[in-house]
């Protein structure tokens, strides 16, 4: 396994890649989930690629971006038992060195759920994303449920601007209890955890009451919201029932549709989300 820190040095072995190159790209600190990813591209490509990088520009100043986990050197380690090809892990100046003025905007499908509460998120996402594509020219790249919007953001970037590669959606991976694996579950105390819980409760619950028949969207919008504030610990910022692609609201459930919610957990905030009707 090779470690890149520079443009210039990825490009130069990505040139030397023959065969199908597959793309990871990861803020580190890394779980199962990325690791789903990971195995994913493997099987799927000659080459792997892993990139790790925690991304400024994709934060708000109030975010976590100074605190945000990570740990390179377990990292590269997990990478190298998966027997991962390369690790690109470039330095924020690399990136975005001094007078770095462009930007990818994706419109309309980042201004609802997450963008909408983390302005200028999605802007961050993109670029970093077509920066990555561009520097290392894979033929697939690998994104987890798990983030459904960016998932949806990417493959409209990818469709809207002709990027010649394929975008793979990966199942989210889960605690045996349910809770979606996440960096950020490292910031929860042992009570929080707990709490945390009401997120998988939740969707667990709007799955039942749309296996039950249940097709309009408000009810089971109405029953997950209660089911969220009855623990105490928990502030929502969004509870959503929405079109996978376009993530504008339904009121009739008459396709698949996408259950996605974002939840205060004191004062860590955690998205998740499934599918029905898939
Ligand atoms: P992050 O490091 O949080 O930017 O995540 C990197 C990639 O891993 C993104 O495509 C995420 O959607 C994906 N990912 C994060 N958590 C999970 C999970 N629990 N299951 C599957 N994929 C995940």
Redesign the pocket.
Known sequence: MKVITTIAEMRKLRSKQAGSVGLV????YL?E??L??VRRALLENLTVIVSIFVNPTQFAPEEDFTSYPHDPERDLALLEKERVDLVFMPGAQEMYPEGSSSWVEVEKVTERLEGDFRPGHFRGVATVVAKLFNITQPHRAY?????AQ?LAVIRKMVSDLNMNLEVVA?????EPDGL????RNTYLSPKERKAALVLWKSLSLAQELWQKGERSAAPIRQEMTSLIESEPLAKIDYVSIADPETLEELEEIDRPALVSMAVKIGKTRLIDNITLGE
């Open positions: 790209p990861t803020m580190g779980h989930g990325h789903e990813l994104f987890g449920q798990k983030d960016q990966v199942p989210t991976v889960r979606a694996l996440s960096s």
